[in-house]
């Protein structure tokens, strides 16, 4: 996360400085020119037999003209991609606490299994009785994620986080036109993520902000006095952005459900509290699950994400398609609206759980389709959901919206997902979540006497939000101090977000990062602040100083966009 | 638990150093009714062996496309990935690293973005590209949403060919969002009047070449009578590979163009991940949505790239933002560029021209087939045939012989019994003349 609040765009003097070797290359920091300027047209790097001769059936429409697409034989592709990725900071680099982002450990595994031919080579329209294991592991990691959330359905396909939510709320539009209503206003606390007003806004909805109260959370005062039968619902994030659980959370719910609202819960954060609350008991109605953040599909350098929507019995009607369901003749792949289907749940045995397990039945595998809403993790709705007799209430996916993108969502990340998983299990992923939020805790316990916590010194969950109050009069912005993080070797935390802190540091240590790895942060960060507080402005206005590259100017970038590479290829004929 | 390096130890000291008791008091704020407590119906953690076996066994269920003659298209197609894309996308700094915010520790990504938008600005046709979207169905939304915004109408027109998912990812979110969509009903034989549809109101017509039947289109002329009405011409594609041999959409005079790009460098993986293109002319692009890499210098003067424009995005200007998109395509896109990098003009060139060649030989077999019709007088490595009776039916009998032999239309279209003996059948270079024999002989003993 990062955005622009207050934050410098262009470099200070420009200082053209000659390069310090003939090549412009450091050591290990080799300069890589564009494939533009490397490439050949006539060059290739894949070896292909001449095309069959045949009478072409293009018509007029053969292309015409070169294309200008440089080709690289094999080796230079390897060092050309070798050399970007070593301008690249990941997770497996080093400590990377970006707020908001949970940079967490992403096992080989989840790379391993879902390069299995049967996930990797299967055709999202090949015959279904060619592909049942996919079927069955959609089901399956629904089944996981409807246990996780407490909520009765999900809905797989969304394609990201934000996509998620375009899901939830569309579901919640039609929800309420099922209802005869049309409401117009959508509420938002002031801390959230931007996708969350940019997505209300796409349906046209008009956005009502809901100021944070002074210890960082939603007030549900607030919420009640914005609340009437002109609001549509409200998009809470829970852990909020500012790292903080929202302890009237139920309130809220309560509140929102009796205007007749919808509760949307931005999942972002779920990790901190996979396994320890489910959001369905607090009372949520839809929330997206980024699969790339919680479950630790890699972020890839932005994507691709996945995000599956989590639906309360409310909203489970209009679910998109495709989706699965389990009946009497297993499962199946409900791919058109207005399907006509039922939903007795009948307990079918998930093909991935045959052996005995620890832990807990995990025999029933029903993508979204539970007997019962009225799921609790104690109560009766246990054993009828076992069983797969409990009455049903609610036909997922009955009235469904429609369609959100082509194919089934992103079978590549439910893999990964599920790998992570079965991994963890249900004691991995709550003592995940729990050292997650130990070691944003452990930060902040250390850091707490030097920078300023605009909230107070209480706990936090999996990140702990700082202010720049502590670097009043030093000269040295919140920017500043992220890229002198750079320079001592780690990933700068999230700054300038949320953004009812100013200039915002949200770190966001993970549960991946060792104590010893923490300690090395913790004694980095205590010796930068010092050397602020210490009046080396230089250290900070100047950095970075050891990466790739000096600080960007952005503001050229953006002043006279220059979005390609320019020229085109030289023009002449192609190698066939 | 393998992924979790503290120890019990480790943890004990750290509690105690924040001064607390035990781990739950970090919870206190969770209302105490409402916690897990331990109990939920999941099993427990698993060795690396263990869950190999689990999901391998899931795994093995399936029949990928490599195991039988496989011409299964409509929107996603089966291509042969150099081992050296895998390799290098599983780089640790690519696979592990986030959206480049941070532009200094970022340029391995940054710049692989600004190689993929020029690849992609290029084989388009088009001025500019941005840095991707989900897939190509989204980016299609995408191109609409931006088209409205453009002309500041709120209508589409879109082909009856345009591939079904498609059509109807753009139907929902213009129903959702209070938009208008005319929707020409499928021309299998694919010739339909799109340009009657052109009125005052609409901002543009979605047309799709190569469409989901197979045909291409020259949509010079339509291109032409939806800028005399002020309307946009969107040009969408499945199959990238395409473009390697046919006419781009750019040359055409398409205003928008969106598209799936998983054909080059993705797997197929029963749906997604995939990579969204969308590229424009420049005057558009402070209305494109997603993120874009620009070129610019660092402090000492040196090239670098950054991601620019980012007064469109929701991070910046929340509800005013272009899009609500945020994480987009990352490993894809860079799977995508790397292909594409391989290959290079003459390779794609190449590849394209076998891939036709293959759909050639295999549209003449299946011609030969008593009682098949291909509907296609031209296409690139798709066509469209008519079967007699139920092709639904045909396609299961098919793969009962161990044939994949292509997508029922009906699957796409269940409501249309005029589609019912369709079949969209698919060719790329991985097939061989024997799996192309062997369609035609299972095809024979089918029907």
Known sequence: MSSRQGRPTAPGDAEVRESETFTGNRGLQIEEPLIFEVGGIDTTGVDLPEAPQVAARLGPLERKGQIGLPGLSEPETMRHYVRLSQKNFGIDTGAFPLGSCTMKHNPRLNERMVRLAGFGDIHPLQPLSTVPGAVALISELSHWLIELTGMPAIAMTPKAGAHGELCGMMAIKAALAARGESRSVVLVPESAHGTNPATAALLGYRIEAIPARKDGTVDPEEVAKRLSTDVAAIMLTNPNTCGLFERDVVAIADAVHAAGAYFYADGANFNAIVGKVRPGDLGVDAMHINLHKTFSTPHGGGGPGAGPVALSAALAPFMPVPYVVADRDGLRLIEHAGSTHSAPGAGVPSPLVGEGQGGGDSRTSKGGVPPTPNHSPQGGGESARRSGRGAVTFEVGAQSFGRMCAFHGQMGMFVRAMAYMLSHGADGLRQASEDAVLNANYVRAQLSDLMSLPFGDRPCMHEVLFDDRWLEGTGITTLDFAKAMIDEGFHPMTVYFPLVVHGAMLIEPTESESKQSLDQLIASLRGLAEAAKAGDAARFTDAPRFAPRRRLDETRAAREPKLRWTPPMPHKEAAE | ?447
């Open chain 2, 1 to 447: 638990m393998r992924y979790l390096p503290l120890t019990d130890a480790d943890r004990k000291a750290m509690l105690a150093k924040i001064g607390v008791a035990d781990i739950d008091a970090l919870f206190a704020d969770v209302p105490p009714d409402k916690r897990v407590n331990g109990r939920l119906d999941l099993p427990n953690a698993k060795g690396e062996l263990e869950v190999e076996r689990q999901l391998g066994r899931l795994a093995a269920l399936n029949t990928p496309a490599g195991s039988v003659p496989f011409f299964v298209g409509a929107g996603a197609y089966i291509h042969h990935v150099p081992a050296t894309v895998d390799h290098l996308i599983q780089r640790s700094e690519f696979l592990t690293s986030y959206t480049p915010y941070q532009p200094e520790i970022a340029q391995g990504t940054l710049q692989y973005l600004y190689e993929f938008q020029t690849q992609v600005a290029q084989l388009t046709g088009m001025e500019v590209a941005n840095a991707s979207m989900y897939d190509g169905s989204t980016a299609a939304a995408e191109a609409v949403l931006m088209a409205h915004r453009i002309t500041r109408r709120q209508k589409a027109v879109l082909a009856g060919n345009l591939h079904p998912h498609y059509r109807e990812t753009i139907e929902t979110i213009a129903r959702m969002a209070g938009h208008e969509v005319v929707a020409l009903p499928p021309a299998p034989a694919g010739r339909e009047d799109l340009a009657g549809q052109i009125g005052a109101d609409v901002s543009c017509v979605v047309v799709q070449t190569p469409d989901f039947y197979g045909h291409l289109h020259d949509l010079g002329a339509l291109a032409e009578k939806a800028h005399a009405a002020g309307a946009l011409l969107i040009a969408v594609f499945t199959e990238a590979v395409a473009l390697g041999l046919v006419q781009a959409p750019g040359a055409m005079g398409a205003d928008i163009v969106a598209g799936e790009g998983q054909s080059i460098g993705n797997a197929l993986s029963f749906g997604g991940p995939y990579v969204g293109l969308l590229a424009t002319r420049q005057k558009f692009v402070r209305q494109m949505p997603g993120r874009l890499c620009g070129e610019t210098v660092d402090k000492e003067g040196r090239r670098g790239f950054v991601l620019t424009l980012s007064t469109r995005e929701q991070h910046i200007r929340r509800e005013k933002a272009t899009s609500n998109i945020c994480t987009s395509s990352g490993l894809c896109v860079l799977a995508f560029t790397i292909h594409l990098s391989l290959l290079g003009e003459a390779g794609l060139r190449r590849l394209a021209r076998i891939n036709h060649a293959n759909a050639v030989q295999l549209a003449g077999l299946l011609a030969e087939v008593p009682g098949v019709e291909v509907l296609n007088e031209t296409f690139f490595n798709e066509v469209t045939i008519r079967v007699p009776g139920n092709a639904a039916d045909v396609i299961e009998n098919l793969a009962a012989k161990g044939v994949l032999g292509g997508v029922p239309v009906s699957r796409l279209e269940p409501g249309r019994p005029e589609l019912a003996d369709l079949i969209v059948v698919a060719a790329t270079e991985v097939n061989t003349d024997e799996d192309r024999a062997a369609y035609a002989r299972a095809l024979r003993e089918v029907l």
